[in-house]
């Protein structure tokens, strides 16, 4: 996934939607990599926006603090809307 968005953000392609609805686990080190692409996002003067975020992953989110970070949205549309508003 950091390959991919060093990759789109090279292209000035820096507004990203990860579809994490069929995402059921997450583990410390995915939640890392997350935080990171987060940061180059931003770095990028981009963003990352999460959409469909199980309940079990959104309990991880919760735990870890993450969920502050992160920007998380119901749907995939809703993510997109989000960035195309400038949110």
Do not use: W
Request: hydrophobic share 40%; proline share 1%; aromatic share 2%.
């Amino acid at each position: 996934m950091e390959s991919s968005i060093q990759e789109l953000t090279r292209n000035n392609q820096n507004r990203i939607v990860l579809d994490m609805s069929k995402i059921t686990y997450l583990d410390s080190s995915a939640i890392g990599v997350m935080v990171g692409c987060h940061g180059s996002l931003r770095t990028a003067r981009g963003q990352l926006r999460l959409a469909g975020v199980t309940s079990r992953v959104a309990a991880v989110f919760r735990m870890t603090g993450v969920d502050k970070l992160l920007s998380l949205d119901p749907t995939r549309d809703d993510s997109v809307s989000a960035l195309s508003a400038g949110a």
